[in-house]
Nanobody, 124 residues
Framework: QVHLVESGGGLVQAGGSLLLSCAVS???????????MRWFRQAPGKQRDFVAM???????EYAASVKDRFAISRDNAKKMIYLQMNNLKPEDTAVYYC???????????????WGQGTQVTVSS
């Protein structure tokens, strides 16, 4: 089973920064490769929205609302994905989720794996 575990959320004042991390693991064996990774967020009463994506070779894309403030990165050797969030605003308050589009594991490919989320709260 694929596991994605987010960490790093918390309460921060507007203008502050947080670094979110997402650890990827596979309980049934080795992960040989990880494809595109994404961060999403979901505010109370709203749909889950795309935040950022990083490809297996490091290309990135961002939602317009976070571009120039957030930076996505990955460490393939550690199987970690990061989201550096700067100049946070109250409207960034949400539960943040990481997602793996595709993983190549010892038991074959796995698709669309999600983490449980980490809460980010930005006070004004």
């Amino acid at each position: 089973q694929v596991h994605l575990v987010e960490s790093g959320g918390g309460l921060v004042q507007a203008g502050g920064s947080l670094l979110l991390s997402c650890a990827v693991s596979f309980s049934s064996g080795v992960i040989f490769g990880i494809g595109d990774m994404r961060w999403f967020r979901q505010a109370p009463g709203k749909q889950r929205d795309f935040v950022a994506m990083i490809s297996s070779v490091g290309d990135s894309e961002y939602a317009a609302s976070v571009k120039d403030r957030f930076a996505i990165s990955r460490d393939n050797a550690k199987k970690m994905i990061y989201l550096q969030m700067n100049n946070l605003k109250p409207e960034d308050t949400a539960v943040y989720y990481c997602k793996a589009d595709r993983l190549v594991t010892a038991r074959g490919p796995r698709y669309d794996a999600w983490g449980q989320g980490t809460q980010v709260t930005v006070s004004s």
